[in-house]
């Protein structure tokens, strides 16, 4: 859809009635249909993401609508098949917004990275905290016989009692 622009006046001379401004949100959601047309999808991604939720619309993008077949991008396989055993309630809930779809096809595309609701991702994950042991602890470990088995036993007891601030509960 071409850009519009609506002057507040006219610029020609002589007398012309005011022009209202074109709306900030109907020009956004031009934008919107102009910039999913030249991507080749059917639709706006905000009409995809009010159907079928955020946490679909985050992880899929919608294609081509032809001859009533709307081809949908998953992330993954996974995404794919959960979606396909979803496929009854999509088709309703886009025809409820005013697509005319009646078959969904699926294919797979790299989306990249899954968008993070909390903050961003440090580059290296940070080691997790040990614990010294409680003497008590200590005590029955060396009663263990098996040098691996009471190795492991003393990381996961150090671990565990790191992850909780060195509190014996």
Avoid at 13 to 32: C, F, M, S, Y
Avoid at 43 to 63: K, M, N, Q
């Amino acid at each position: 859809m071409p850009r519009r622009f609506r002057p507040s006046v006219a610029t020609s001379p002589g007398p012309h009635p005011k022009r209202a401004p074109t709306p900030l949100a109907e020009l956004l959601d031009d934008a919107q249909s102009e910039t999913a047309r030249r991507a080749g999808a059917a639709f706006t991604p905000s009409l995809w993401r009010a159907a079928v939720g955020a946490r679909i619309a985050e992880r899929t993008r919608v294609g081509a609508l032809v001859r009533g077949t709307l081809t949908i991008y998953a992330a993954s396989s996974t995404w794919a098949n959960e979606l396909t055993f979803l496929t009854t309630d999509i088709i309703a809930r886009l025809k409820a917004a005013g697509v005319d779809v009646h078959t969904l096809k699926f294919r797979i595309k790299d989306l990249g990275a899954p968008p993070d609701s909390k903050a961003p991702r440090a580059s290296a994950p940070r080691a997790p905290a040990k614990a010294p042991l409680p003497p008590e602890l200590l005590e029955r470990l060396a009663q263990v016989e098996d040098p691996e088995l009471r190795a492991a036993i003393a990381e996961a007891a150090a671990l565990s009692f790191g992850a909780r601030g060195g509190e014996r509960k």
